[in-house]
């Protein structure tokens, strides 16, 4: 499976660090990546709490500066985005976390598959999920 973007979550990249093969493979398929804000800031903030901070950083650095990597921040498309798919989740009774909204947001404004391990997004509608 050779995908041209990928949109990753915070569960997707941890997984590549435990070395998860399936999702390594699925990295090593894609032409480009993309990180989501939000993700990188929950990274970071896992980071602050664990033992290897130092290595951890590092290892998102040279990360994210790949070529085929790409930091992707909100504009104003993605609030609107943001607002009507918590408008639906709220409809369906079905809320996830605020930070995945954020990128589920994302993820549909630039109808980009989202490499999750978090079986919650399948109630967000018009999203691809990639997952093992």
């Known amino acids: 499976m050779a995908l041209r973007r990928l949109l990753i979550d915070t569960n997707a990249y941890?997984?590549?660090?435990?070395?998860?093969?399936?999702?390594?493979?699925?990295?090593?398929?894609?032409?480009?990546?993309v990180i989501p804000f939000i993700v990188v800031a929950e990274l970071l903030a896992g980071f602050k709490h664990g033992l290897k901070e130092s290595r951890n950083k590092a290892q998102l650095g040279s990360f994210l500066g790949s070529h085929r990597t790409d930091v992707l921040y909100p504009d104003k498309e993605t609030l609107e985005a943001y607002a009507v798919i918590?408008?639906?989740?709220?409809?369906?009774?079905?809320?996830i976390p605020t930070n995945d909204l954020w990128i589920a947001a994302l993820a549909r404004q630039h109808t980009?598959?989202?490499?999750?391990?978090?079986?919650?997004?399948?109630?967000?509608?018009?999203?691809e999920i990639i997952s093992v």
């Open 86 to 95: 918590f408008g639906e989740l709220r409809a369906k009774g079905k809320p």
């Open 112 to 127: 980009l598959p989202l490499c999750t391990l978090d079986a919650h997004f399948a109630v967000v509608d018009g999203l």
């Open 14 to 33: 941890a997984a590549v660090d435990r070395g998860n093969i399936p999702i390594i493979e699925i990295f090593k398929a894609t032409n480009e990546i």
